[in-house]
């Protein structure tokens, strides 16, 4: 089992819809969660982050975690066709070289 | 301000040869890694420094991948006797120090082994 679990997509839903990106792990001794997006071709840059349960919210996306049920989410409202990326979850396991990343979501906002 | 620059930002090169991948961190970032993202896959961890030593190479797949930074700056990945298994995208990222999870990556080398 990997430690982080993110189902590839593709997605595809349509402008102004509400987007939900899920990543899974397996590891409770994670503790701070990352989210990136990577357009094609192009770094991974850092969206959000976050260290505890709950919400966290920046403009248009909220990035949520529920450490009871290891689960973690990246919410977009009113998505946008510039939205359309691969989105991956990241986690230190005990230090900054540690990071283990999910393998990514890939979305597409279809104007 | 100036992100993270890697050169070549494509490389196609012949199975056996030799290859040098370059990475300009931020300025002042004292951290350094390099990953590898194959199509499909999700980031796999090479190497980090801090500073000019690297404290985990533990994701080095083999004794023909190496690297080194000098002057607390750049960084040279390099890969020699190419095989085809190496063909990825190599990314490079820095942070402002090994105690801070937020990295910042460049825009990658696609490097492409025939």
């Known amino acids: 089992q990997k430690e982080v679990e993110q189902d590839p997509g593709p997605l595809s839903v349509p402008e102004g819809a509400i987007v939900s990106l899920n990543c899974t792990y397996s590891?409770?001794?994670?503790?701070?969660f990352m989210w990136y997006r990577q357009y094609s071709r192009k770094g991974p840059e850092l969206l959000m982050y976050?260290?505890?349960?709950g919400n966290k919210e920046d403009g248009r996306f909220t990035a949520q975690v529920d450490k009871s049920s290891k689960y973690i989410s990246l919410f977009i409202r009113d998505s946008q066709p510039s939205d359309s990326a691969t989105y991956l979850c990241?986690?230190?396991?005990?230090?900054?070289?540690?990071?283990?990343f999910g393998s990514g979501t890939r979305l597409s906002i279809r104007p | 301000g100036a992100g993270v620059s890697q050169s070549p930002s494509n490389k196609v090169t012949e199975k056996g040869k030799d290859v040098e991948l370059r990475c300009d961190p931020i300025?002042?970032?004292?951290?350094l890694y390099w990953y590898r993202q194959s199509l499909g896959q999700g980031l796999e961890f090479l190497i980090y420094?801090?500073?000019?030593?690297?404290?985990?190479k533990s994701g080095l797949p083999s004794d023909r991948f190496s690297a080194e930074r000098t002057g607390g700056s750049v960084s040279t990945l390099t890969i020699q006797r190419t095989q085809q298994e190496d063909s990825a995208v190599y990314l490079c990222?820095?942070?402002?120090?090994?105690?801070?999870?937020?990295?910042?990556f460049g825009p990658g080398t696609r490097l492409t082994v025939t």
């Open positions: 300025s002042g970032h004292t951290a």
């Open positions: 420094f801090q500073g000019n030593s690297a404290p985990d």
């Open positions: 976050t260290y505890s349960s």
């Open positions: 990222a820095s942070s402002l120090d090994e105690g801070t999870y937020e990295q910042y």
């Open positions: 590891n409770s001794a994670f503790q701070y």
């Open positions: 990241a986690m230190p396991r005990s230090s900054a070289s540690k990071i283990i």
